[in-house]
């Protein structure tokens, strides 16, 4: 009997859908109305640009064009700092790599996203496009501020 009793408890404890689970791909912090969301997963996409869904117990956070929204409906933040790159494969599909650091009407966080299973060649063109691009952001040193080299016409 009480083999059978065992047998009904665990076939009742399967049946039990399992909390989502932590995805190696997002990673960091979310909360959402004061409470922790568990991160589940980061999915990109594209319509004219690429975009990330990152998927928590709690809805779904759209990162596209420079803002963020929340299951659907746009968020009004008082920071939002944002490094990222992506790109769209022959094949349609999209990858995003970035982090997230944001203060927004309902949610917070700070996220470190790797999302469609980057290849090394996408990660290397991807760290050579955020060089260039750090690089291009740095203010040339103006008269008197120092020596160094460069190009360009004055």
Not at 70 to 77: A, D
Not at 81 to 87: N, T
């Amino acid at each position: 009997m009480r083999a059978a009793l065992a047998v009904v408890g665990l076939a009742g404890a399967c049946s039990k859908p399992a909390p989502p689970a932590a995805n190696a791909d997002v990673s960091g912090t979310l909360t959402v109305d004061g409470a922790p969301a568990q991160l589940v997963a980061c999915r990109p996409g594209h319509a004219e640009h690429v975009f990330v869904d990152v998927d928590s117990s709690k809805g779904t956070l759209r990162f596209g064009e420079g803002k963020l929204a929340w299951n659907g409906s746009p968020l009004t933040c008082s920071k939002l700092d944002r490094s990222w790159g992506g790109g769209i494969r022959r094949n349609g599909a999209a990858y995003f790599r970035g982090t997230l650091a944001f203060r927004c009407d309902r949610v917070a966080g700070e996220l470190t996203l790797d999302c469609g299973g980057i290849t090394p060649e996408e990660g290397a063109e991807l760290a050579s496009n955020g060089a260039a691009a750090r690089s291009a952001a740095q203010p040339e040193p103006g008269p008197g501020a120092g020596s160094g080299s460069g190009s360009g016409s004055r």
